[in-house]
């Protein structure tokens, strides 16, 4: 299923001579050609297999929030010395830019620029060095407008051509994306009360996004996307108990939710209490409402993570030297544990490592 691009354009941050961060702008939106509108996708793909991601909505009236110039910036060709473009007095946040732009006072090409600069503040004013390419992408999926936001560096290839001569070239390393956010325009429009309409990754090695992303954006997270995937299965668990299914309907129920959660990552759409309560068993109440009754309610709509595929069919854990993974099923089969003596009994044990047991003995 493909995207329909309305804007895709692309800025630099950059370190000049005088180790300075500057912005290197685009002066102009790339031509929607069916390169960009594969890359354009690439990024959203890649956005949507990230685990870990947050959910918030603009932080209202907030002084704090990192401004620039409302002031229109002055074309001008792009120059790898690009220097950094001054603040006047008159000040904007994130949310006013997109405002402007979204009510054709600025157009898109200027918004990224004003919005890139913003970026750059917030990287200076908490001492912050990030560089790479600034994608700015505009587009729409399955019925739903999203601006995406994102830093992106690149990594070198080296190709082998017709003549068997070695060539080398720069790529977008997307795989390694780990600052982007995600506004879903429609939603801030028809439902911004449910304050849910931004989305972001949430950190690498240990580092929050949030320590200059969020502040760049002027962006508070209202919901923990890992959590509420936890908790779901947490309440999935305890509602197929309540139910008193059997072993078997039990595996079954589990492979719906994982089908379900498969599904929905492909799409790209968020996991929906009532549709997925639509497709478990319920004699007693529906999950839905069980859902609701529950200590802990899981947000009745949130983004699906794919850490929750694996935790769906297999038991799995580590700790005093050992680490043991055994799919579900084969509990009450093969796998055996007894709380009381909290110990695990294994029939049949793989064969690699029956050999290496056996040959421990000789």
Known sequence: ?????????????????????????????????????????????????????????????????????????????????????????????????????????????????????????????????????????????????????????????????????????????????????????????VTADQLRYISFIKGRMGRKVSDFFMHFIGCEELVDVKQQNKQLLTTVDAFLAAEQLDPQEKDQARETVSNYYKEKLELGEDIQIQELAAKLPSDHVSFEEFNQSAELPVEEQFQADRGVLKTLAKFSGQGGGVSLSFERKLLGDRVSYDAGSDTLMIRGIPPNLKDQLLKSQS
């Open 1 to 189: 299923m493909s995207a329909l691009i309305h804007h895709f354009v692309v800025h630099q941050l950059a370190v000049n001579q005088q180790q300075e961060l500057t912005l290197v702008p685009r002066e102009s939106c790339f031509d929607v050609c069916p390169e960009i509108e594969n890359l354009a996708q690439q990024i959203n793909h890649a956005f949507n297999t990230k685990p870990g991601k947050g959910v918030g909505a603009f932080v209202a009236d907030n002084a704090e929030i990192v401004s620039v110039s409302r002031e229109p910036l002055a074309h001008k060709e792009p120059s790898a010395q690009e220097q950094p473009t001054s603040m006047a007095p008159h000040a904007v946040s994130f949310k006013t830019l997109l405002e402007d732009m979204q009510t054709e006072k600025h157009d898109f090409v200027e918004f990224s620029i004003q919005a890139s600069e913003l970026l750059k503040k917030s990287l200076i004013d908490m001492g912050t060095l990030e560089t790479g390419f600034v994608v700015f992408s505009h587009y729409q999926f399955l019925a739903t407008d999203y601006l995406m936001i994102a830093i992106i560096n690149t990594k070198q290839h080296v190709e082998i051509n017709r003549d068997l001569e070695l060539t080398s070239s720069d790529h977008l390393d997307l795989a390694k994306m780990q600052l982007a956010v995600r506004i879903d325009l429609t939603q801030l429009a």
